[in-house]
């Protein structure tokens, strides 16, 4: 079974910019499409941002377009998430996950996760 594994979180200030990582303990993400995802205290988990297997295809939520971005690097099993001009609204827990198909927006679609990293934007 895949394991994901979250890395980069922390706590920076508004303004500030942050890179989310996910790897792979075993491989290969190479045969999944990625995703990322992220739940606010009190609030469901919501999509940020999710990559086709090539990484020829990305897709944004609204909330994060021109602020954050999504790449991968297949050679070295890994996902990233380069999240820049953050506001106090991006606190949350980030989870990638792996799907067997194509890129979605749509958590039910992805069959893996990971464990989540905590960010948290202070004002």
């Known amino acids: 079974q895949v394991q994901l594994v979250e890395s980069g979180g922390g706590s920076v200030q508004a303004g500030g910019s942050l890179r989310l990582s996910c790897a792979a303990s075993?491989?290969?993400?190479?045969?999944?499409?990625m995703g990322w995802f992220r739940q606010a205290p009190g609030k469901e988990r919501e999509f940020v941002a999710a990559?086709?297997?090539?990484?020829?295809?990305?897709v944004y939520a609204d909330s994060v377009k021109g602020r954050f971005t999504i790449s991968r690097d297949n050679a070295k099993n890994t996902v990233y998430l380069q999240m820049s001009t953050l506001r106090p609204e991006d606190t949350g827990i980030y989870y990638c996950?792996?799907?067997?198909?194509?890129?979605?927006?749509?958590?039910?679609?992805?069959?893996?996760w990971g464990q989540g990293t905590q960010v948290t934007v202070s004002s």
């Open positions: 990559i086709s297997m090539s990484g020829g295809t990305t």
């Open positions: 996950a792996a799907c067997w198909h194509s890129a979605s927006i749509h958590e039910r679609a992805y069959n893996y």
């Open positions: 075993r491989p290969s993400l190479s045969n999944f499409a």
